[in-house]
């Protein structure tokens, strides 16, 4: 609609389902929508409920990648279920700090995560 125009598309209803029959009344459509030459049609997702296919702009991605980013993600400021508890001594062996991730070790030490994992690694 964005490249062409809303006012060259009809819309029109085809089929009323339950939304439990949806996914599979769509995919039924899709088919058939599949089954026709590729200039009659917009949708290049083959899939009901599926985004395969699709291309986006680098514009989109990167519109969609801040829309996910920092509290809006899903998983911010949650500890992933395979977290790695650090924790960093002194040569003495005294505690200086404990965390519950490399990501949190890594951000006070201002080195990347690699960087942490590595150094977990050859010291166990």
Known sequence: MAKYGLAIFTFSVIELVTKDLLLSREQHWLDWLFSLSPNFRY?????????????????????????MSGSNNLNYGK????ALGVSIFTKDGLLV???????????YLGVTQPAVARAVRIHQ
């Open 97 to 107: 700090k404990s965390f519950d991730s490399q990501v949190e070790a890594a951000k």
């Open 43 to 67: 949708n290049f997702a083959p899939t009901a409920g599926s985004c395969l296919g699709t291309t986006r702009s680098s514009e989109t991605r990167k519109k969609i990648s801040a829309a």
């Open 79 to 82: 500890l992933a279920r395979n």
